[in-house]
């Protein structure tokens, strides 16, 4: 539950604090926070012939697996209404990017993991934030966000916030994984 907090604290300082241009940069990661977990899931429909698969999590959210890779050897076994197994993670870092301020937006980006007996959904979010003021005396930093709000954010560790500078940027990273990997017994 903790772990859940901070994972939604730092979600919300990621619509606040992005931005960053496509070309490399001086960047030292702030904070960065992963949580993991595993559930059991209904397949709710099965199409053997383009191998995609669509399961019914717990909180009924559906899960669509596009073009199972052909190295999920059990994919041929699975059935509606089976309960399989569904491992999960999500994954939030802040980076502070020295003097690449300019260039607000947020990327969102989506792919596939695949390993050895399962196959997963990848979901990415990028958020980059231009700082346009900071005050380290009192552990405040003023961001413009991809939408063009100014924001204000309490940053309680002022040897971190006393790097950063009017012209650099914060990119909130949110990565989201699912992978289903068998049927259970």
């Given at each position: 539950m903790k772990n859940r907090t901070v994972i939604s604290a730092v979600l919300l300082a990621a619509g606040i604090w992005l931005n960053g241009p496509a070309?490399?940069?001086?960047?030292?990661v702030v904070v960065?926070?992963?949580?993991?977990?595993?559930?059991?899931?209904?397949?709710e429909s099965v199409d053997f012939a383009n191998r995609d698969l669509?399961?019914?999590?717990?909180?009924?959210?559906?899960?669509?697996?596009?073009?199972?890779?052909a190295g999920v050897t059990n994919f041929d076994q699975v059935k509606v209404n089976d309960k399989i197994?569904?491992?999960?993670?999500?994954?939030?870092a802040i980076t502070l990017r020295k003097g690449t301020a300019g260039v607000r937006r947020v990327l969102i980006s989506e792919g596939?993991?695949?390993?050895?007996?399962?196959?997963?959904?990848?979901?990415?979010?990028?958020?980059?934030?231009?700082?346009?003021?900071i005050d380290v005396e009192n552990g405040l930093a003023k961001v413009k966000n991809p939408e063009g709000q100014i924001v204000e954010v309490q940053v309680p560790n002022k040897a971190i916030l006393s790097q950063a500078a009017v012209?650099?940027?914060?990119?909130?990273?949110?990565?989201?994984?699912?992978?289903?990997w068998g049927k259970n017994q």
């Open positions: 070309f490399a940069a001086e960047e030292q960065s926070e992963t949580v993991r977990n595993r559930v059991e899931a209904i397949v669509i399961v019914k999590m717990p909180d009924g959210e559906r899960v669509e697996f596009k073009s199972v890779d197994n569904v491992g999960g993670s999500e994954s939030v596939r993991d695949v390993t050895a007996d399962g196959v997963g959904v990848v979901r990415k979010r990028e958020t980059y934030n231009d700082i346009i003021a012209g650099d940027q914060v990119i909130v990273s949110a990565r989201a994984t699912v992978i289903v």
